[in-house]
């Protein structure tokens, strides 16, 4: 299985520098070289934890810019500082159901950190402690750099064995690894990555325009029987689909959720408090996710604000991601003994969490001040951009939500 000549034809995109284009060929090579090592085949998963977390060459663990208008896409946090804001109004009534301690994974530049610790300062909200789980070094230091009036922030490694307080995280599960799987004539097989034949004749500078992804091929092998029972408990209705059928299995995000919830529940249940997570990300319940049109999945590649379908393109400087599973992704915390609070829209959540009220705080009067953050809000809530593609997951124990931010529950539909 590979990208069709017709689709490498249409991408186009933007030429790296001389230094990117070096260390994208040098990943490339490591990836070759993982490939060799491992009798030709490697699973897509460990192909996406090579591109994005290799270390010093990997997407999130080398030196380019990610986020923003010189990155390769923007987040929430980057659009409006109502968000982080937002989110911190909303933790004022959890922090006193838990402690006074927030943890954020995959914090990005650190502006969710800094809105939220900003409006917490602003508004008298005490946060004793606020961690930042990141395995990015060039992102911890543009944390540092940004946090660095906030004493209270602390960068840890790994995610502890213990914790008692609000979890918050933004556009983390869509990062994580994910297996690929076609429906066969022989059933299903997992899709990996493998070397191009050399007698396969190479492409026409005509007929590709990704040559830093050429020599990297998919290929598909017999699912092993780990993979075959997280298929069958991930995929409702997995027989019915159609021959050539393309998803992706999250057994990684799966494993997250467990250890996420194995660590909330130990933390309050040493300290005898509650524990919750706030998780936003794009992506569907099972019954959406797996639906019979969507043949190829969700994954989907960022490059200089272009999204397009090769994840061979440019390793390293591209970001790679797939839609959330958000029924395995419940279930999985359910499984660790966490209670299932919420599964909303981002644009419910947001609105029933006061981010109208935070944008009159700036005068309409004042164009100039109030256009800017109001076209932000837009985007974050309209269903036309994200405010109906993203949802937000909220799982803990010991912990009530205000009744108002239930009005647009969609738990029932996972």
């Known amino acids: 299985m590979r990208l069709s000549h017709s689709t490498r034809q249409q991408l186009t995109l933007p030429a790296p520098g001389a230094d990117a284009q070096a ?9 070759i070289q993982q490939i060799d090592a ?9 192909y996406m934890e090579l591109a994005l977390y290799a270390p010093d060459l990997g997407y999130y663990s080398g030196g380019a810019a990610k986020l923003g208008k010189d990155g390769d896409f923007t987040t929430a946090p980057e659009m409006s500082a109502l968000f982080g804001a937002t989110l911190a109004q909303l933790a004022a009534s959890l ?6 301690q927030v943890m954020e994974f995959g914090a990005g530049t650190g502006r969710l950190a800094f809105d939220f610790l900003s409006e917490c300062q602003a508004a008298g909200i005490a946060v004793e402690r606020y961690f930042i789980v990141e395995l990015s070094g060039e992102l ?4 540092e750099d940004l946090l660095k009036n906030f004493p209270q ?3 840890l490694q790994q995610m502890p064995e213990a914790f008692c307080g609000v979890v918050l995280g933004n556009e983390v599960l869509d990062a994580m690894p994910v297996h690929l799987v076609v429906k066969t004539e022989r059933g299903w097989r997992e ?10 004749p190479e492409h026409t500078a005509a007929e590709s325009t990704i040559k830093q992804g050429s020599e990297l091929i998919f290929s598909d092998r017999e699912l092993d029987a780990q993979l075959q029972s997280q298929l069958l408990a991930q995929i409702p ?4 689909l159609p021959l050539g059928y393309m998803t992706e299995l999250h057994p990684v995000a799966v494993g997250f959720m467990r250890s996420l919830a194995a660590m909330l529940k130990k933390g309050g249940e040493l300290s005898g408090k509650g524990a919750l997570a706030i998780l936003i990300d794009y992506g569907f319940p099972a019954h959406e996710y797996y639906l019979d049109q969507r043949t190829q999945g969700t994954l989907m590649c960022h490059y200089r604000h272009h999204a397009h379908p090769d994840p061979f393109y440019l390793p390293g400087l591209q970001d790679i991601t797939a839609h959330v599973d958000f029924t395995s992704m419940a279930l999985a915390a359910q499984a660790g003994g966490l209670e299932l609070l919420a599964y909303v829209s981002q644009a419910g959540f947001l609105l029933e969490a006061g981010i109208g009220e935070l944008l009159m705080r700036t005068s309409a009067s004042d164009p100039m001040a109030y256009l800017p953050k109001a076209n932000a809000l837009q985007k974050l809530i309209s269903p036309a951009e994200m405010g109906e593609l993203f949802k937000v997951l909220v799982v803990g124990a010991g912990v009530e939500l205000d009744a108002r931010l239930l009005r647009h529950d969609r738990s029932h539909r996972l």
Do not use: P
């Open 23 to 31: 260390a994208s060929e040098a990943l490339q090579q490591h990836i």
């Open 38 to 46: 491992n009798a030709g085949w490697i699973s897509f998963a460990r």
């Open 95 to 100: 922090l006193a159901q838990t402690s006074a």
């Open 140 to 143: 911890r230091a543009r944390q």
């Open 153 to 155: 922030v602390q960068w």
């Open 191 to 200: 899709v990996g990555v493998s070397l191009r034949n050399q007698a396969e």
């Open 237 to 240: 209705g997995a027989d019915q």
